[in-house]
T-cell receptor
């Protein structure tokens, strides 16, 4: 089946630094990728939708200058958390929508801890 | 707008008990409906789905039927196992935007 990977799976960084998270579709092309954020014991909140080669569309309340999304190819999207603060600590999950069939597949998530 | 409401947890059952987790939705048009499962420390996995009214999704002994008249997609399993302990998310996809909207999740714990 289709596989989506995320790297790193967990990261600890200091307050004020930036962190980049990668999301890759390993065996299919993804025209659209989605980034979600999940707080402990809570549901997934959609942060943004990115289409290959164009700017991401952010959900209301998500700071686009803080959460930079790049979708440079049909198999890779990146989320950069800039000037991270402890309140950005969370579980970040991406999903990729397959180009042909339109199915969405989720990555395993990246746990970010900002100290 | 589009939304999903699911039964609040946590739900604790004994092994071999019958499971129902309620899910209702609000949507314009005809969304696809999903159940996802998240095991401890892992990402989301698609458990089952249904794309139109009266469809029944099933997988690993779990079932859910797309009920348009009651806007529901309740998850059921006849005999749960300890390995079913996880968080279950009901979700809908409205195809015009390809966005998946998730319910709040229901934590299920199964006692041996």
């Amino acid at each position: 089946g289709a596989v989506v990977s995320q790297h790193p799976s967990w990261v600890i960084c200091k307050s004020g630094t930036s962190v980049k998270i990668e999301c890759r579709s390993l065996d299919f092309q993804a025209t659209t990728m989605f980034w979600y954020r999940q707080f402990p014991k809570q549901s997934l909140m959609l942060m943004a939708t990115s289409n290959e080669g164009s700017k991401a569309t952010y959900e209301q309340g998500v700071e686009k200058d803080k959460f930079l999304i790049n979708h440079a190819s049909l198999t890779l999207s990146t989320l950069t958390v800039t000037s991270a603060h402890p309140e950005d600590s969370s579980f970040y999950i991406c999903s990729a929508r397959e180009r042909r069939a339109g199915e969405q597949y989720f990555g395993p998530g990246t746990r970010l801890t900002v100290t | 707008g589009n939304s999903v409401t699911q039964m609040e947890g946590p739900v604790t059952l004994s092994e071999e008990a019958f499971l129902t987790i309620n899910c209702t939705y609000t949507a314009t048009g005809y969304p696809s409906l999903f159940w996802y499962v998240q095991y401890p420390g892992e990402g989301l996995q698609l458990l089952l789905k249904a794309t139109k009214a009266d469809d029944k999704g099933s997988n690993k002994g779990f079932e859910a039927t797309y009920r348009k008249e009651t806007t529901s997609f309740h998850l059921e399993k006849g005999s749960v196992q300890v390995s079913d302990s996880a968080v279950y998310f009901c979700a809908l996809l409205y195809s015009s935007a390809s966005k998946i909207i998730f319910g709040s999740g229901t934590r299920l714990s199964i006692r041996p």
